[in-house]
């Protein structure tokens, strides 16, 4: 059973940053497609960057030139270093697998303002 383990969010003044991190157990994970996902109060989760294998990345719109997805394969880990950060950024965290369709448990960001 593959599992994938966030951490790195916490508290923050907007205009600080935070750096996440996605580990993940399989090797499995080397090939698939990984995505960070956000999901703030009363909203639908929705996608924020994703990496693929290769190292291609998107972003959505509101992040771009902000936060930067980056991966290492050897550790099987993925990351997302948000910089900037606003108000609006405020949400739970979750990496996903595309490939085994996996969630991570979620970290929670906070920006105070």
């Known amino acids: 059973q593959v599992q994938l383990v966030e951490s790195g969010g916490g508290l923050v003044q907007a205009g600080g940053s935070l750096r996440l991190s996605c580990a993940g157990s399989?090797?499995?994970?080397?090939?698939?497609?990984m995505g960070w996902y956000r999901q703030a109060p009363g909203k639908q989760r929705e996608p924020v960057a994703t990496i693929t294998p290769g190292g291609s990345t998107n972003y959505q719109d509101s992040v771009k030139g902000r936060f930067t997805i980056s991966r290492d394969s050897a550790r099987n880990t993925v990351y997302l270093q948000m910089t900037s950060l606003k108000p609006e950024d405020t949400a739970v965290y979750y990496c996903?697998?595309?490939?085994?369709?996996?969630w991570g448990q979620g970290t929670q960001v906070t920006v105070s303002s």
């Open positions: 399989g090797s499995m994970l080397r090939i698939s497609n």
């Open positions: 996903y697998s595309v490939l085994l369709k996996t």
